[in-house]
């Protein structure tokens, strides 16, 4: 069965500082991956997605994730942090049978940001 | 255009009262879905569509009833609720459920409590 493994529930940086926040999936294939993000109050944003090509993947407000098939990782970085970038990060896959219509999501990670 | 926009914002019920949470969405989307999201459990998939009168169910359907009579609305029904329902719920829409992924845009969520 698919599932989504994100390993940190809150982590907090510095602003200015980098940032890589963890995401291992379990899938057969090849997965289609995302990363959204969840401000307070909000619904979620897409961030980024993976589908094929290219492991390292950029996306919107400067950040960047990276596909390693032989660690089942799709882990997301950022150089250089800023304070709105507190948020909820959500990783998830989806893909195969149904799978476009099914996405399985991680439980999050929180980040706060000190100024 | 407003996206997906879900009412109410917040809901209290008490246990064994019926309601619907209404999703709709202006972006002539054929596929949508509704998502529950419990603290240290990511977003979990209840029901989804991909075309008006065709719906699906997802990993957490039991308790939730839908239906789908236009492409606008994707209405939630709770037929009878329990505290275990008690949580944010969020609407998702996207152009196509029936091929390759493309971005899926949530609604601003309605937070459930159930006494």
């Known amino acids: 069965a698919q599932s989504v493994t994100q390993p940190d529930i809150h982590i907090t940086v510095s602003e200015g500082a980098s940032l890589e926040l963890r995401c291992n999936y379990s899938?057969?294939?090849?997965?289609?991956l995302f990363w959204y993000v969840q401000s307070p109050g909000q619904g979620l944003q897409l961030l980024l997605k993976?589908?094929?090509?290219?492991?390292l993947v950029q996306g919107i407000k400067g950040f960047e994730a990276e596909f390693k098939r032989s660690q089942s990782s799709f882990n997301l970085r950022k150089p250089s942090v800023h304070w709105s970038d507190a948020a909820e990060y959500f990783c998830?896959?989806?893909?195969?049978?149904?799978?476009?219509?099914?996405?399985?999501f991680g439980a999050g990670t929180r980040l706060a940001v000190h100024p | 255009n407003a996206g997906v926009t879900q009412t109410p914002k917040f809901q209290v019920l008490k246990t064994g009262q019926s309601m619907t949470l209404q999703c709709a969405q202006d972006m002539n989307h054929e596929y949508m879905s509704w998502y529950r999201q419990d603290p240290g459990m990511g977003l979990r998939l209840i029901h989804y569509?991909?075309?008006?009168?065709?719906?699906d169910q997802g990993e957490v359907p039991n308790g939730y009833n839908v239906s789908r009579s236009t492409t606008e609305d994707f209405p939630l029904r709770l037929l009878s609720a329990a505290p275990s329902q008690t949580s944010v719920y969020f609407c998702?829409?996207?152009?196509?459920?029936?091929?390759?992924?493309?971005?899926?845009?949530f609604g601003p969520g309605t937070r459930l409590t159930v006494l």
């Open positions: 993976y589908f094929s090509g290219d492991t």
């Open positions: 998702a829409s996207r152009l196509d459920g029936t091929t390759r992924y493309n971005e899926q845009f």
């Open positions: 569509s991909v075309g008006a009168g065709i719906t």
């Open positions: 998830a896959v989806g893909g195969g049978p149904g799978g476009y219509n099914k996405l399985i």
């Open positions: 899938y057969g294939a090849t997965p289609y």
